[in-house]
C-alpha cells in the first residue's frame, strides 16, 4: 500500500521545487500517493481563504504533508499560515539539520540538527496596541509564552533525538539573563531534564548573542541545539547560511499525530517563475519524510544522489555557483540516483 501525502505546492516558487522533488521521488521509486491541496496565497486565489478546510481535512486524513513554502504579508494582511499550520495539528518540534556538502566552502565538518519549539515563544500570536492620549497605536505589546509542559516536551524530544541518532552533546540556548521568568523557566527545565541523560549525552547552555557568534566561529564544536521558537527561527538561517545556504536546509516539523516537511528557506519571490530555483532543500525535506515513514534505504539514496551532484558541481543551480535552470539541476539528480 503507498503511504498518502498531502502535497502542498505552495507560493512563488513552491510549484516548481515541488514538482522538481516529486519528479526525484517517483524516479527513486518511493511509494507515496499525493493528495494535492493549497494554502497560502494560492488558497486565497482557489477559496478565498490562506489555509482552507480541505487542506486541513487532507492533513488531518493522512498525517503526513510534503509542502512548499507559502507567502505571508508583512505587516498587515493574513497571518502565518505556516505558524497556524504548526499550531493546529500541533507540530511541536522543529527539526532542521544542517550538513556541510558544499565542497570548498567556508567551513568543514558542520553537521548541526536545530531543534526549535514550535508552538509558544512570541509566535503564539497574542499582541496588542496600547493607547496613550490620541494614538491608538502609541506602543505594541506582544506576549513571549514559555509552558513548563511545552518546554518539557521539546528539550526532551532533543534529548531522544540525540541518544537515538547517536549524537554526543544539548546545547541549549537561552537569554535567561535577561528574561529571567520565561527564558529562565526553559533553561531550568533543561537543566532538570539534562540530568536523567548524564554520562550518555552531554549538555551544556549558551545565551543566545554568544551563541551566534559562536557558530560562525567553531560551527564544528556543536552538535543537537534546543531553543524557544524566535531564536530557533533566528539561528536556523544562520546555521543553513554555514552550509551553503537556504537552497540546502530543509525541515521537518513533527508532532504527536502528524508531521509536516518543507524548506526552510520563504517563496524567494526575487527568483520565482525563472525556473532558477534551487530544489534542494524540499528535496532533502522530502528524504525526512521518508525516514519518518521508515523508508530509510531510498531516503538515503535520494540523499546521497543529492549530495553527489551538488559536489561534482557541474549541474548546480546559481545559487550554488552554477548556471543550471532547475530542471537541469534535477534531470542531474535524477541521472545521479
Ligand atoms: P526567502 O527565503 O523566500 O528568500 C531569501 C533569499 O534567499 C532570497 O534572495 C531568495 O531568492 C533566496 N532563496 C530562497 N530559497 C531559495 C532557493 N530554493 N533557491 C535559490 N535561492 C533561494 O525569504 P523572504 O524573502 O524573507 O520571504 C519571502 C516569503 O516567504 C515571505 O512571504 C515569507 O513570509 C515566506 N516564508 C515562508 C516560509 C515557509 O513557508 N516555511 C519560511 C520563510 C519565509
Redo the contacts with the bound molecule.
Keep these: 500500500m503507498p503511504t498518502k501525502v498531502t502535497l502542498i505546492p ?1 507560493d ?2 513552491g510549484p516548481s ?1 515541488t514538482e522538481a522533488t516529486v519528479r526525484i521521488l517517483s524516479a527513486a521509486g518511493a511509494d507515496l500517493e499525493y493528495d494535492e491541496q493549497v494554502a497560502g496565497v494560492a488558497g486565497v486565489t482557489r477559496f478565498g481563504d490562506p489555509m482552507p478546510e480541505c487542506t486541513i481535512d487532507s492533513i488531518k486524513r493522512t498525517g503526513l504533508a510534503l509542502k512548499g ?4 504579508p508583512v505587516g498587515g494582511g493574513f497571518r ?1 499560515v ?1 505558524v497556524a499550520l504548526r499550531k493546529t495539528f500541533d507540530l511541536y518540534a522543529n527539526v532542521r539539520p544542517a550538513v556541510d556538502i558544499v565542497p570548498g566552502g567556508r567551513y568543514d565538518d558542520v553537521d548541526i540538527v536545530m531543534i526549535r519549539e514550535n508552538t509558544e515563544g512570541l509566535y503564539v500570536g497574542i499582541e496588542h496596541y496600547i493607547k496613550i492620549g490620541d494614538d491608538h497605536r502609541a506602543a505594541a505589546e506582544s506576549i513571549a509564552l514559555i509552558t513548563r509542559a511545552g518546554s518539557e516536551r521539546i528539550i526532551r524530544y532533543a534529548f531522544e533525538y540525540a541518544v537515538k541518532h547517536g549524537r554526543k552533546k544539548v546545547t541549549l540556548v537561552h537569554k535567561a539573563n535577561i528574561l529571567k521568568f520565561s527564558q529562565g523557566l526553559f533553561l531550568d527545565v533543561g537543566r532538570m531534564i539534562a540530568q536523567e541523560y548524564a554520562g550518555r549525552i552531554e549538555f551544556e547552555d549558551k545565551i543566545v548573542d554568544a551563541m551566534a557568534m559562536n557558530l560562525v566561529l567553531h560551527p564544528e564544536r556543536f552538535d543537537v541545539i534546543v531553543t524557544t521558537n524566535l531564536f530557533g527561527d533566528i539561528l536556523s538561517d544562520q546555521i543553513s547560511g554555514l552550509v551553503g545556504g ?2 540546502l536546509a530543509p525541515g521537518a516539523n513533527i508532532g504527536a499525530s502528524g508531521a509536516i516537511f ?10 520565482a517563475g525563472k525556473n532558477i ?5 524540499l528535496v532533502l525535506a522530502s528524504c525526512l519524510m521518508l525516514d519518518h515513514i521508515g523508508d530509510h534505504d531510498r531516503a538515503t539514496q535520494v540523499r546521497q544522489a543529492f549530495t553527489n551532484t551538488v559536489r561534482a558541481g557541474k549541474t548546480v ?1 546559481r ?1 550554488l555557483g552554477g548556471t543550471a535552470s532547475t530542471t537541469e539541476f534535477t534531470d542531474a539528480v535524477i541521472a545521479a540516483l
Design positions: 505552495g512563488g516558487i521545487i513554502p507559502l507567502e505571508t502565518s505556516n537556504l537552497g518543507e524548506a526552510v528557506h520563504g517563496t524567494a519571490p526575487d527568483i530555483a534551487n530544489p534542494g532543500a543551480t545559487d
